[in-house]
């Protein structure tokens, strides 16, 4: 098994081909958690995501006839792109098969890196199965996503990279999908620093490790969606399972709403992009009572590459959550000027009107009345507030949606 030299090992052999991220202090994020707040920026990696430490140790590894035969491998998206980029740098053929539903910027950045991409099954199991079946039938080396003792030792190399940024860290919050990045990482905190408290997060959708780790071994979970799709997986690895329960100290499970607040956060206070798992530390050290007051904490943000569609839906739904987006449905006389009275109304409160929809013929307003429907863009609860007051005094009966 995999032990603290192989990520010594790696260390040294990755100098050079992966970036040594920045690890800076929060001092918004301090404030709002209550800790000492650091955020290891994986995301800045050349292929956005930390999923380059495994793949790059594994890669460098090859024989030079594993090399000219190529590699296979299943990925949701990241350790794809890791994977791809790396092998062009060696002058490796890649083949990444990934779900269907993988994000579009993933699959479209691997191709970008030379490989050659197969989309296949509804989610990452059934990805797997057909790049093992590749592995066979065109005699290739497979490049396991977690479960490979060469990828676990390259996650490892960003604990060793925290130990020197932040050698007096008290707890590393970090996500965990088959767990590769938390057994790596806490394999290498707990040889040097036993002390330091090693947190995994998951999707509550997907709680594979957790699962896996309460009942004594490893569990199939059900299927489900999660924006977090980068730790979508759906059973634990072997190996990575037995360095996690050994290793990892707690396991914590973050909700759809958490984690898309968190990706708010982090855009709006840090101005930093990160997908669903990158975002899932600082959704458990908001939400979850994990003791750590006042404590230094690192929340490893380990993925930036979220579909921008994705990434607008949750910025309109956190301004409506936030009270900067609101709908109000307001009835009136259908008469010549009724309208621009309503609006000048909303414009006195200074609330902009982002869309509206003027309807007679579909509405549930008696005969002699429309319904007009309005978005308006607000400062905050207090302001919504008021435009509601303000209307209600000049006569129009707004409801809020």
């Given amino acids: 098994m995999v032990g603290p030299a192989d990520v010594e090992a790696a260390r040294a052999r990755l100098r050079g081909a992966i970036y040594e991220?920045?690890?800076?202090?929060?001092?918004?994020?301090?404030?709002?958690?209550?800790?000492?707040?650091?955020?290891?920026?994986?995301?800045?990696?050349m292929t956005g995501s930390f999923k380059e430490r495994g793949a790059a140790n594994l890669l460098l590894q090859l024989p030079a006839e594993a090399r000219r035969r190529g590699v296979v491998?299943?990925?949701?998206?990241?350790?794809?792109?890791?994977?791809?980029?790396?092998?062009?740098?060696?002058?490796?053929?890649?083949?990444?098969?990934?779900?269907?539903?993988?994000?579009?910027?993933?699959?479209?950045?691997?191709?970008?890196?030379?490989a050659e991409v197969i989309l296949e099954g509804a989610d990452f199991d059934e990805a797997y199965a057909r790049a093992r079946a590749l592995e066979e039938t065109r005699g290739l080396v497979f490049v396991h996503p977690f479960d490979d003792d060469r990828v676990i030792a390259g996650q490892g190399t960003l604990?060793?990279?925290?130990?020197?940024?932040?050698?007096d860290l008290d707890a590393v919050l970090l996500a965990i999908g088959g767990g590769g990045l938390a057994s790596g990482v806490a394999l290498a905190l707990k040889a040097r620093r036993p002390a330091v408290r090693v947190i995994g997060v998951q999707a509550a959708a997907l709680p594979a490790m957790q699962r896996a780790v309460e009942e004594g071994a490893r569990v199939?979970?059900?299927?489900?969606?999660?924006?977090?799709?980068?730790?979508?997986?759906?059973?634990?690895?072997?190996?990575?399972?037995?360095?996690?329960?050994?290793?990892?100290?707690?396991?914590?499970?973050?909700?759809?709403?958490?984690?898309?607040?968190?990706?708010?956060?982090?855009?709006?206070?840090?101005?930093?992009?990160?997908?669903?798992?990158?975002?899932?530390?600082?959704?458990?050290?908001?939400?979850?009572?994990?003791?750590?007051?006042?404590?230094?904490?690192?929340?490893?943000?380990?993925?930036?590459n979220i579909d921008v569609t994705v990434l607008a839906r949750i910025i309109e739904r956190g301004l409506v959550k936030g009270g900067r987006l609101v709908r109000l449905r307001v009835q009136l006389r259908d008469r010549p000027g009724s309208l621009a009275r309503l609006t000048a109304l909303i414009a006195e409160e200074r609330a902009n009107i982002m869309?509206?929809?003027?309807?007679?013929?579909?509405?549930?307003?008696?005969?002699?009345?429309?319904?007009?429907?309005?978005?308006?863009?607000?400062?905050?609860?207090?302001?919504?507030?008021?435009?509601?007051?303000?209307?209600?005094?000049?006569?129009?009966?707004?409801?809020?949606?």
Avoid: W
């Fill in 21 to 45: 991220t920045p690890c800076p202090h929060s001092a918004t994020l301090s404030e709002l958690t209550g800790t000492r707040c650091h955020v290891k920026l994986e995301n800045l990696q």
């Fill in 73 to 114: 491998t299943a990925s949701a998206g990241n350790h794809g792109q890791a994977v791809a980029f790396h092998a062009a740098r060696l002058g490796i053929p890649a083949t990444i098969v990934m779900p269907e539903g993988a994000p579009l910027i993933k699959v479209t950045s691997t191709r970008r890196h030379g």
């Fill in 159 to 167: 604990g060793l990279e925290l130990l020197d940024q932040q050698p």
């Fill in 220 to 304: 199939t979970v059900p299927a489900a969606p999660t924006i977090a799709d980068g730790i979508a997986v759906r059973r634990a690895g072997e190996r990575t399972f037995e360095l996690v329960r050994k290793h990892v100290d707690e396991i914590v499970t973050v909700d759809e709403e958490e984690l898309a607040n968190a990706i708010l956060i982090l855009l709006e206070v840090e101005k930093t992009v990160v997908e669903g798992a990158g975002a899932a530390p600082l959704a458990a050290l908001v939400n979850r009572p994990l003791g750590l007051a006042g404590a230094r904490v690192v929340l490893v943000l380990s993925g930036g």
């Fill in 355 to 401: 869309h509206i929809e003027h309807d007679r013929a579909f509405s549930a307003a008696p005969v002699g009345q429309a319904e007009v429907e309005l978005t308006l863009e607000t400062s905050g609860r207090d302001h919504i507030d008021r435009v509601l007051a303000r209307l209600a005094a000049g006569g129009y009966r707004a409801v809020e949606e």
